[in-house]
Nanobody
Framework: QVQLVESGGGLVQAGGSLRLSCAVS????????MNWYRQTPGKQLEMVAG???????NYAESVKGRFTISRVNVNNTVYLQMNSLKPEDTAVYFC??????????????WGQGTQVTVSS
C-alpha cells in the first residue's frame, strides 16, 4: 500500500508565499514522476507542475516564474514552493505520484488534497 500525505496549505494574502509538501510512504521500488494538480469548484483538474525521476520539471503557463517544484528522493518527498500568489491560485492542491510497485508495474497514487486560499 502506497500513501501520499500532503501538508503546507493555508490562507495567505496576495503576493505571499506557501510551500506544499507531499511525502510518499509504503512499499514500492521507485517513484517515477511526481506532480502537483489543483482543482477549483466547477473546473477541471489542472496540472500545475511536474518533475520526473531525473529532475526535469514542467509547469503550467499560469504559474511559470512563480512556482517551483522540487523533490528529495532520499525522503520520497516532493515540494511546491509557491511565490507571488494570486487569488486565482486559490484551489485544492493534490499531489500525484507514479510509483513502481513491482518490476514492470507502475501505478498512479493521489494525496488527499490540501486547501490553498489566497485573499486579495
Amino acid at each position: 500500500q502506497v500513501q501520499l500525505v500532503e501538508s503546507g496549505g493555508g490562507l495567505v494574502q496576495a503576493g505571499g508565499s506557501l510551500r506544499l509538501s507531499c511525502a510518499v510512504s509504503g512499499r514500492f521500488i521507485i517513484i517515477n514522476a511526481m506532480n502537483w494538480y489543483r482543482q477549483t469548484p466547477g473546473k477541471q483538474l489542472e496540472m500545475v507542475a511536474g518533475i520526473n525521476s531525473g529532475g526535469t520539471t514542467n509547469y503550467a503557463e499560469s504559474v511559470k516564474g512563480r512556482f517551483t517544484i522540487s523533490r528529495v528522493n532520499v525522503n520520497n518527498t516532493v515540494y511546491l514552493q509557491m511565490n507571488s500568489l494570486k487569488p486565482e491560485d486559490t484551489a485544492v492542491y493534490f499531489c500525484n505520484a507514479d510509483v513502481a510497485v513491482a518490476r514492470f508495474a507502475s501505478q498512479s497514487y493521489w494525496g488527499q488534497g490540501t486547501q490553498v486560499t489566497v485573499s486579495s
